[in-house]
């Protein structure tokens, strides 16, 4: 069974980090890209980040690109979003998705990604 399990949100400071946790199961990593997504209240599904299946190709959006990074351990199966300088626009409902490519999409449209996880909230405030 194909599962991707988010973890590492929590309530963090403007300026602050943190680390999400994308951990994968039921399939083998290194052969799908992986991208993260983000859903503030009221707001469209928002990809974030998308990493190719050997980790060699890595997109951000715009609003995230010198603050965050994604990395994989296809060891470990799992994927990282390293999200640092964070911003109180940042707060939103993150989630890790598996596409069925090996390449990230061009686009981050959701209907792209196959398997979802349950999400973990992130919280910048002060």
């Known amino acids: 069974q194909v599962q991707v399990v988010e973890s590492g949100g929590g309530l963090v400071q403007p300026g602050g980090s943190l680390r999400l946790s994308c951990a994968a199961s039921?399939?083998?990593?290194?052969?799908?890209?992986i991208g993260w997504f983000r859903q503030a209240p009221g707001k469209e599904r928002e990809g974030v980040s998308c990493?190719?299946?050997?980790?060699?190709?890595?997109y951000y959006a715009d609003s995230v690109k010198g603050r965050f990074t994604i990395s994989r351990d296809n060891a470990k199966n799992t994927v990282y979003l390293q999200m640092n300088s964070l911003k109180p626009d940042d707060t939103a409902v993150y989630y890790c998705?598996?596409?069925?490519?090996?390449?990230?999409?061009?686009?981050?449209?959701?209907?792209?990604?196959?398997?979802w996880g349950q999400g973990t909230q992130v919280t910048v405030s002060s």
């Open positions: 990493i190719s299946g050997s980790g060699g190709t890595m």
């Open positions: 039921g399939f083998t990593l290194d052969n799908y890209a």
């Open positions: 998705a598996r596409t069925n490519l090996y390449y990230c999409p061009q686009k981050a449209i959701p209907r792209v990604y196959a398997y």
